[in-house]
T-cell receptor
């Protein structure tokens, strides 16, 4: 049973470009979470999704950031018009139930030049 | 708003010692608490999950306890090994549906051979 798969592992973008981060949850998991970890800081909750629904996006910036988890395919975290402050590690986690054990991917490290 | 703290921020011990890591949270209305380890540049590995109705969980040399009323959890590591060196994070699940996992800042552990 493969774990949570994230890609790309590393992504470099110039200011103003778009970044798309993908997350495939563990098999049988329908709950997906995105977290951001800034250098030397803790993990901050961004968004919680179930298939085709955003359940809680209270941690996501109102502008430029969006997330989806379609019926088919991976969950996508999209950052439009990236700025240097978006440079961080973005982690995806999945869970079999709403309050179940979280399993994390290896993260996608975004660098904005 | 749930806040999670961890003490100490960093810990260095000789191999073989037993040690305790502490996690505190401000809102006792949690669904569960989970301990993770994170190696540099890597994702998070789940260690133990304690449901809100449980007092402790054990896995190998690890034992985690939960005292909801006082807002505390401890992670006990027996007979520490150099391979235990990592950052240890606790996370509490709160929010309307238990969907919001709030992380502590972590304890950076170094076990010296």
């Amino acid at each position: 049973n493969a774990g949570v798969m994230q890609n790309p592992r590393h992504l470099v973008r110039r200011r103003g470009q778009e970044a798309r981060l993908r997350c495939s949850p563990m098999k049988g998991h329908s709950h997906v979470y995105w977290y951001r970890q800034l250098p030397e800081e803790g993990l901050k909750f961004m968004v919680y999704l179930q298939k085709e629904n955003i359940i809680d996006e209270s941690g996501m910036p109102k502008e430029r950031f969006s997330a989806e988890f379609p019926k088919e395919g991976p969950s996508i975290l999209r950052i439009q018009q990236v700025v240097r402050g978006d440079s961080a590690a973005y982690f995806c986690a999945s869970s079999p139930t709403q309050t179940g054990e979280l399993f994390f991917g290896e993260g996608s490290r975004l660098t904005v030049l | 708003k749930q806040e999670v703290t961890q003490i100490p921020a960093a810990l260095s011990v000789p191999e073989g010692e037993n040690l305790v890591l502490n996690c505190s949270f401000t809102d006792s209305a949690i669904y569960n608490l989970q301990w993770f380890r994170q190696d540099p540049g890597k994702g998070l590995t789940s260690l133990l999950l304690i449901q809100s109705s449980q007092r402790e969980q054990t896995s190998g040399r690890l034992n985690a306890s939960l005292d909801k009323s006082s807002g505390r959890s401890t992670l006990y590591i027996a007979a520490s090994q150099p391979g235990d060196s990592a950052t240890y994070l606790c996370a509490v699940a709160s929010g309307n549906y238990g969907q919001n996992f709030v992380f502590g800042p972590g304890t950076r552990l170094s076990v010296l051979p």
